[in-house]
Every structure is written in C-alpha cells, then in structure tokens.
C-alpha cells in the first residue's frame, strides 16, 4: 500500500496517473475511487477530493504472469497527481 496526502482548493480537478504492470486501486479518503487492471492506469479523482486535506492510498496486488511468465517487477513505477 502506498499513501500520502494531499491538498486542494474549491473545484479542483483532480486526475492521477500510475505506471505499473500490477492490479491497482485507489483510495481517496477511505473510498475506491477506482480499480485499473490493464493500461491505460489512470483515474479521476475530482468527485473524491475535498477542499482541504485529502488522505491518498494506493493498493498494488501483482498478478499471476510473474508466476506464468518472464518475471516482472511489482509496484509503482511513477506516479502523478495533476491538480488543476
């Protein structure tokens, strides 16, 4: 599980965007604000966020093609939180 924490003003845009090869979702203040199996791993975060401080997780779970195929590292490889 990977968190932190962010803020925000009043309608505020929120979009994250993750590279990794694993299941991931995400969690904005205690609620699945989505659940991205395959690329494009990106998600809206807008109708999550609150103005203020807002809590941030992100659950990787790693897939069976390490198991069944060429293994591949698990996790996130970048992620960006673009604010507008």
Same mark, same amino acid.
């Given at each position: 599980? /990977? $968190?932190?924490?962010?803020? !925000?003003?009043?309608?505020?845009? !929120? ?13 904005? +203040? %205690?609620? $699945? ?7 494009? /791993?990106?998600?809206? *975060? ?5 103005? %203020?401080? +807002?809590?941030?997780? =992100?659950?990787?779970?790693?897939? *069976?093609? +390490? ?6 590292? $698990?996790? =996130? %490889?970048?992620?960006?939180?673009? =604010?507008?």
């Amino acid at each position: 599980v /990977y $968190s932190t924490e962010f803020t !925000v003003r009043e309608h505020t845009r !929120v979009k994250l965007e993750l590279t990794t090869l694993d299941v991931a979702e995400v969690f904005v +203040n %205690g609620v $699945s604000a989505g659940k991205r199996l395959w690329a494009p /791993y990106a998600v809206d *975060l807008t109708e999550f966020v609150v103005p %203020g401080k +807002n809590k941030l997780e =992100i659950h990787v779970t790693s897939t *069976l093609s +390490n198991l069944l195929f060429t293994q591949t590292p $698990s996790g =996130i %490889g970048d992620a960006r939180l673009l =604010i507008k």
